[in-house]
């Protein structure tokens, strides 16, 4: 189930890979190349209360299994489309990849919770997680070794290029994303295959009072669950996304070497998840998410307020204490909703079309004024978080059981 959490955290976070990529090989401004993420997001909002239902009928297993198929077909998408060098071509293949992913984290993230006792419920989801912040710190690694260019610009001057080879060059830089997602492809294709064959055990869903006729809209805690992951997932993605860009602005670093200080940066996002973890045995989980709210706020705000590499590291060390906010609030969110977790789970995972929405928003910002102002979207989030971890540091614990 852990290597689940890999997996999608890998797509994910080529994103930040693919918008200034994609923004150079298509020709784009900052708002186009942020549809990249509201492809990639808009699906958790369209697919997510499908894929509950479907999994009432079929299981877990069963849903986990067309989850990857899905993310599967979509990586193996994006060689057609880097052929064509269409953009609306990418966003489809992001698309269905999104819809695989969607199915997969409906299903892994209220399993995880469900397998082990109430107590321990957060802290295991935070320390799967943390495997999602390993291939979080790997992808844009991966991602601008092979598919980012060393090349700044195109020539200009007397030594700019023809149309024809300004084509040609376009259509190289496309290309280099067809190695990387057909090697995605296959390897999500064999992990579908293995996990078919494997055994894994039935949650029994038991409610502490009959919920039956209760609406999942009445349900006061879950609601400010789902709003806040909007915002949260709003803020991460915006942060991450516009990174390369903003680096550049405030720095002058080049597109590969910013790549490379985003992955040590969602490296500290991965330890952030595995140091969280341990001190939820100390600290009470909301009352964690609070402190790490309010100190990303401070950092954000520096990052704003400042020119250069301390600008820049700023805005990085917000991924160490950005890394507890999604899996906390969703624990939180789905806390005693007994036979209706699959559903209370479809509307947190929903929630996710936040980074559909504010990257776009972020775009705009940016388009209108510039990148390092654009950040103050985020900084807003974060007060969304803020309030609802403060309403639940009194929050009780909730019996889950394990049927195996």
Sequence with gaps: MTSLFFLWGFALNLNPILIPHLKKACQLNDLQSAFIDSASYVA???????AGLFMRRVGYKGGITLGLLLFSAGAFLFLPAADTRIYAFFLLALFVIACGLTFLETAANPYITSLGDSEGATRRLNLAQSFNGLSATLAPLVGGYFILSPNKDVLTGEHALSIQQFEDYLRTEAALVKAPFLIIGIVVLL?????????????AEHDMIDRSKVSLLSEANLMRGVIAQFFYVGAQVSISSFFIRFSGHVAGISQQTAAFVLSAALFGFMVGRFVGTFLMKYIKPAKLLAIYTVINIILLITAMATQGILSVWCLAATQFFMSIGFPTIFSLSIRGLGSKTKEGSSLVIMAIVGGAV??????WISDISNIQLAYCLPTACFLVVLDF????????RVAITVAH
């Design 44 to 50: 958790y909002f369209l697919v997510a209360i499908p």
């Design 191 to 203: 992990v579908a295959l293995l996990l078919w064959k494997t055994k894994l055990p039935e949650i």
């Design 358 to 363: 504010f990257p776009l928003i972020m775009g």
């Design 389 to 396: 971890a403060i309403k639940n540091i009194g929050a009780g």
